[in-house]
């Protein structure tokens, strides 16, 4: 068995901190994330190395038990020593499962069951190699998963849900409205199973809302461009707005000046667990020019330039 560098894979030193692992993490799983390699088995498996790394690394225990073995390995190849005759046996033990980032949709996102190297089953647990210290075994918590899912505005705004295949079992996530881009759900116990007799560990899904085309969020507030003719903006009227909630139409005061923000209570996101509570949305009048003009509209504008320009100098 070969030992596995955990910090080259995720390019990061061995003192690097807690913060800089997870960084580090963040930016490799985002490349490699299987919805951005679709197809591509050379990026699926450094994915699976990358969350192998991530789930030894960004534990503490794991950590230190990890750092130990390394040095020990470090000297034991300076001193000449080959892998096969490596004493592997004093650092095998269960330590419970793993997390691993993985698939939205109904794709098993811990692929056939096979994810986790025979270095990692070995120290850390899973596979067969387990070990005693001649006492009884302290119940322990199974280790976390971490998934990621991506859903959309209009699926965030109205709540939604995602289903996992872990382990063959189908699970299903329900994502209230209101949830941000980065924003991170749990299902309690659902991660891998815990050793004797110790709880499960839970999988943190971490969701993602793209930009949409129409609206920009901030915070639980939208913020829209809403085009409105010259006629209405200079002698006010009214103008459908599209919102989540439906077409609206809103009042346009007269002489509207291109670039006015007009504030719409209550017709932004939904505030996350909380029923019933909305934020604003923000339309930006933009002015829309007429075009091609007739020879009759030409006229009349002439007219209402010279209207004007007496008015002004008055």
Known sequence: ??????????GVDRKVSAEDIKKAYRKLA???HPDKNAGNKEAEEKFK???????VLSDPEKRKKYDQLGSNWKNYQQE???AEDFDWSKWRGQQGGGGFSGYSGTEDIFGDGGNFSDFFESIFGGGSAGFSSGGPRRPRKGGDYRAEAEITLEEAYSGTSRRFNVNGKVLQINIKPGVKDSQVLRLK????PGTNGGPGGNIYVTLHVPEHPYYKRKENDLYCDVSVDLYTAVLGGKQVVQTFKGEIRIDIPKETENGKVLRLKGMGMPLFGKTGEYGDMYAKISVAIPKSLSTKEIELFKELAVI???????
């Open 1 to 10: 068995m070969e030992f596995k560098d955990y910090y080259k894979v995720l």
């Open 30 to 32: 985002i490349k490699y």
């Open 49 to 55: 190395e990358i969350n192998e790394a991530n789930e």
């Open 80 to 82: 000449g020593g080959r």
């Open 189 to 192: 116990d659902k991660g891998a």
């Open 308 to 314: 004007r320009k007496k008015k002004d100098s008055n």
